[in-house]
């Protein structure tokens, strides 16, 4: 996803979410085993982003949104890679 659609992303979620409401947002994170480094990546017409906490303060401004809590979680794979992952808790303010 272009930074041009990740913020049309987010301003829709806004429009859609009332003052006050929740998103949980789930994404990759840096360092997932399919990343290679890269931060971003297309492979069978998909794109990928692999986000940091700060690609996400980036993305929800604290003048619009309030990151409740992020947490990165990392799943071992059995073949020793590990699959990285934020979850996030994010308010809409106003």
């Not at 041009?4 to 840096?30: I, M, Q």
């Not at 003048?63 to 979850?87: H, M």
Request: net charge positive; charged share 35%; glycine share 10%.
């Amino acid at each position: 996803m272009s930074d041009e659609g990740l913020a049309e992303a987010v301003s829709e979620v806004r429009r859609v979410l009332v003052p006050g409401g929740t998103l949980y947002l789930r994404c990759f994170a840096e360092g997932d085993l399919r990343s290679g480094g890269k931060k971003e990546d297309m492979r069978n017409g998909i794109a990928y982003r692999y986000w940091s906490l700060d690609d996400v303060k980036r993305a929800f401004p604290s003048d619009s949104w309030e990151i409740v809590s992020a947490e990165r979680i990392d799943s071992p794979t059995r073949f020793g890679g590990v699959r990285r992952r934020l979850e996030c808790v994010i308010r809409r303010i106003d």
